[in-house]
């Protein structure tokens, strides 16, 4: 029976956001949270390492699978605790993993992308889970021999697997807007946009938690896109005029005060749409008490803007924790071809009939992206001896 806690419809119930604040070319809408948990808290885990080396669980392990990546933080997650105590009881220098040298280069050993820690308390490493899980989709490779996949492909399958991000460090842009702009009273999370285009979302549960863990969004990863729209100077300041005709007294501009933050709110949801609102095929990661960990991505279509995540739930389903990447073009034509091949067990024809091409024209696909070292030489070299002949 598959548990009603995984999302399906990613939705913002239980937050609301305020006026968005701009920087050049960045917007940055804060979330905010009226109703508070208690119970379920969030600190940060500094790693000094150039890169970690994390082992992976499930069915990937046991092929001694490793997932590697510069890891600057984990997370710290507890529950089921008194607010005072969620805090004070947070082992935030807990041994975790061990530090080794690869040659010059310090290297973390991380076990597991989620590790528990105490009965209500575990690790993770924010959006490296997310990542983690869509690099691993249909990894295996072809599960039937068929004749034009390389004698690697259906032995080790797409092993390495590997997508490049930006960091968030990167950007100067983004470093000053994060620098600069407030924080409110009732804020647990932001949505940052480039050029109007989101790049990424993050909420926890708790006010308290998001004051300090504001900066680590300049130590996370991004899609291309945050470097992007360099020719932009910056991004139109939005604003909703009050409508003084409706204003008599203090109780008039108290209600028209309101209206006009929800219709901000309806607006930046709006902005949001790829995201919010959006069917989402979702994975669970870990049960921790009345919450359940998940990550999970968007569609995959080509033509359509795509995110991948992480998110907790409560036993209501009211989102308590988020953390959202942005893929890009190239990445989501990745994802969602490897998804046409697993569909059709990797079968060449059935996938082109099935995507409206010829076999000629998806061997070249598969070879544009990044995906030629699967099939052997001599089925790219037809492709190629035929895409000649067409011209």
């Not at 993993?97 to 690790?123: C, F, I, S, T």
């Amino acid at each position: 029976m598959s548990d009603t806690r995984l999302i399906r419809r990613l939705e913002a119930h239980g937050l609301r956001f305020a006026p968005a604040q701009a920087w050049n070319r960045m917007r940055l809408v804060p979330v905010l949270r009226d109703e508070v948990r208690d119970d379920l808290r969030f600190a940060r885990r500094e790693y000094s390492e150039w890169a970690a080396v994390v082992s992976l669980e499930g069915e990937l392990e046991g092929r001694g699978l490793k997932y590697i990546s510069y890891v600057p933080h984990g997370m710290v997650v507890s529950w089921g605790q008194r607010q005072a105590d969620a805090v004070y009881g947070t082992r935030l220098n807990a041994r975790d993993g061990k530090k080794v040298m690869a040659g010059p280069v310090p290297v973390r050993l991380l076990h597991r992308m989620v590790h528990r820690e105490d009965k209500n308390q575990l690790r993770m490493l924010p959006l490296h889970l997310a990542m983690e899980g869509f690099l691993a989709q249909h990894f295996g490779g072809p599960e039937i021999a068929w004749s034009e996949y390389s004698r690697d492909a259906l032995t080790y399958g797409l092993n390495p697997r590997m997508e490049s991000s930006v960091p968030g460090w990167l950007s100067s842009v983004l470093d000053g807007a994060l620098r600069t702009f407030e924080v409110h009273e009732k804020q647990v999370g932001l949505l940052l946009f480039n050029a109007d285009e989101l790049l990424s979302a993050f909420v926890v549960s708790h006010p308290d938690d998001y004051r300090v863990l504001h900066r680590t969004l300049l130590e996370d990863f991004y899609g291309e896109l945050l470097l992007q729209y360099g020719y932009l100077q910056e991004v139109v300041e939005l604003w909703t005029p009050l409508d003084a005709k409706r204003v008599s007294s203090l109780g008039d501009l108290r209600a028209e005060v309101t209206r006009m933050r929800e219709d901000w709110g309806a607006f930046l949801g709006f902005m949001a749409g790829g995201l919010f609102g959006v069917e989402v095929s979702s994975q669970k990661v870990y049960e921790a008490g009345p919450y359940l960990l998940q990550r999970f991505h968007t569609s995959l279509v080509p033509s359509a803007e795509n995110h991948l995540g992480e998110a907790i739930v409560d036993k209501d389903g009211t989102l308590q924790y988020l953390k959202t990447y942005r893929l890009s073009a190239a990445q989501t034509r990745r994802a969602y071809l490897l998804q046409r091949l697993a569909q059709s067990r990797w079968n060449l024809d059935e996938v082109a009939e099935h995507m409206g091409s010829t076999r000629q024209e998806l061997v070249t696909r598969i070879q544009n992206a990044g995906f030629g070292y699967l099939l052997k030489a001599h089925v790219l070299e037809e492709a190629r001896r035929l895409a000649t002949r067409g011209r």
